[in-house]
């Protein structure tokens, strides 16, 4: 809940299993920034924290400040009109991206008087003294100390994702002295965050997209499969010319959002299918042949058949208005809440962004000559375009001795926390571990990385630090379909959608997931 003064946290327990060993709390935060854990902790993805982490822990989630719960108090400070105005900015869907037009300048500047006037907005309806003003990670890490002495601890153990790793680090820099545990899973840049810059995030893209050609060349059930990496690529480009102008529909997501793969949506695929290779590279490449194909639709199912599929999400497209809630209704546009996020980033900036036309498109051809999907990498800032620049966001330094070290986990490549950050930051906090998990992907999913997993119970357990640059194999294969029976045939949306036993791969994976889950289980 929240008044023009205060602010009133939601928090969630999930109990420890084991309460022979009890070892305390840890409090979780799974990233974002904003992102709110407490409909997921209740449900599967706490169990499988419990797993990852031990049953021996309470597991505590919390809705940081800005997020889901605290925005939908509307009897104070917020109403109808806010909430239609002001939460939808981050994820705000645009007609087209720069690439698909030839005046880049004039859509730039179409996009930039939206920002303005969104934030012309939200600001005149909360006023100089509105929430926004104290969401930022500096306040998110006092929110934490708050919780840490609300649960009677001298001491946080603490398991951040994602954007967690800031917060994170930002904790243990305010309050070294505070840290019982810590442990930092596919991390941000701390030091580059707070200027805004985000050119080391997409360093891995490129690399990521080379590992997606070799393998759609390595495996004949890849749908645009090709007898060599070179080739695919060239077909991939291909198919992108083509759905420049020669849009497509199907249905590529979950059953509560629609996506037509135009060219829009297609660059934000070739980012986010990264995010989780092993259904990604399959999803992407089903998709990309839909394109090719002239796909005019997939074969009419109930919406409550659809499997959700992970490798897409409500993010996905590139400055795109194309995601509809309800595929009957083409008026009825998806929008999620996410101001907690947009000021968040917006506010840990040193000095706001700049709304200067030229040092957008300044901007936008250093990440296109960096990166295929520029847009997904200027929409994360862009948005702050006419907000006031906090008064007094923490400038650092980060770092300093703590308690106890911190152990830092990454990926080998990640799409947008790659594994120099994480290098980066350890070495701020001397006496920290890094563990690698060889592989693609954002964030290395403990449970099905069992080295990873050992190391973060042993640390959690008894303060074990494994060697800094500690590696651990990918145990997770690239789940590409096999060919399926008459029109469903391989790579098809149908068959892509429906990945049941008759994956081997798939089938091997699950299993081989569920036996470590028995023997790791506390």
């Known amino acids: 809940s929240c008044t023009d003064r205060k602010v009133t946290l939601a928090l969630l327990r999930r109990r420890a299993l084991n309460t022979t060993d009890y070892k305390g709390p ?41 997020g889901e ?12 009109l806010l909430t239609t105005t002001c939460q939808g900015i981050y994820r705000s869907r645009h007609p087209g991206v720069p690439g698909q037009y030839e005046d880049h300048a004039a859509f730039l500047n179409e996009y930039r008087r939206y920002h303005l006037i969104e934030s012309a907005s939200c600001e005149d309806l909360m006023g100089a003294r509105g929430i926004q003003r104290y969401i930022s990670t500096w306040h998110h890490a006092h929110d934490l100390h708050s919780i840490m002495e609300a649960l009677g601890q001298s001491r946080i153990r603490f398991h951040g994702i994602s954007w967690g790793t800031a917060l ?54 890849c749908p645009i499969h090709e007898p060599t990496a070179e080739a695919v690529e060239a077909r991939y480009e291909n198919i992108m010319q083509l759905a420049r102008f020669n849009s497509t529909h199907a249905e590529l997501t979950a059953n509560w959002l629609i996506e037509p793969p135009l060219y829009s949506t297609l ?28 796909a005019v639709r997939m074969a009419a199912t109930p919406e409550s058949n659809l499997i959700a599929q992970e490798w897409t999400t409500r993010d996905d ?7 509809y809630q309800d595929p009957h209704n083409p008026d009825h546009r998806y929008v999620f809440p996410n101001s907690g996020e947009e000021y968040t980033r917006c506010n840990d900036i040193v000095g706001g962004v700049s709304s200067n036309l030229d040092e957008m498109l300044e901007n936008f051809e250093d990440a296109s000559e960096r990166h295929r999907a520029p847009g997904v990498e200027l929409q994360f800032h862009w948005p702050c375009q006419g907000k006031p620049a906090s008064k007094s966001p923490f400038t650092g330094p980060f770092g300093g001795k703590t308690s106890h070290p911190i152990l830092y986990i990454n990926t080998r490549l990640d799409p947008i926390t790659p594994l120099v950050h994480a290098e980066r930051n350890a ?17 290395v999913y403990l449970g099905r990385n069992q080295c990873a997993m050992e190391h973060a119970r042993q640390y959690l357990q008894d303060g074990t630090m494994p060697e800094f640059g500690t590696t651990c ?10 060919p399926g029976n008459g029109e469903s045939g391989p790579g098809t949306l149908e068959n892509m959608a429906r990945r049941d036993s008759k994956s081997e791969a798939l089938d091997k994976a699950s299993a081989d997931w569920e036996e470590k889950m028995r023997r790791f289980a506390w």
């Open 317 to 323: 497209p590139d400055f795109d208005d194309n995601s």
């Open 473 to 482: 194999a990918n145990e997770l294969p690239i789940l590409w379909p096999p």
């Open 69 to 80: 719960q605290l925005f939908q108090c509307s009897s104070s400070l917020f109403d109808d």
């Open 26 to 66: 840890i409090v979780h935060n799974l990233g974002g920034p904003g992102a709110d854990p407490l409909q997921l902790m209740p449900f599967d993805y706490g169990a499988g924290l419990h797993l990852e982490l031990g049953h021996d822990h309470d597991l505590i989630a919390w809705d940081p400040r800005g």
């Open 267 to 294: 660059i934000g695929m070739t980012h986010r299918m990264m995010y989780r290779p092993e259904y990604g590279f399959p999803g992407f490449a089903a998709a990309l042949l839909a394109v090719e194909d002239s």
């Open 427 to 443: 070495k701020l906090f001397p006496g920290s571990g890094l563990v690698i998990a060889e592989g693609m992907g954002h964030t």
């Open 168 to 221: 994170g680090n930002y904790f243990a820099t305010l309050f070294p002295d505070k840290v019982e545990r810590m442990i930092l899973n596919s991390n941000i840049d701390i030091s580059l965050w707070t200027t805004g810059s985000l050119s080391s995030d997409f360093s891995d893209v490129e690399k990521i997209l080379s590992r997606f050609f070799e393998e759609c060349a390595g495996s004949s059930y």
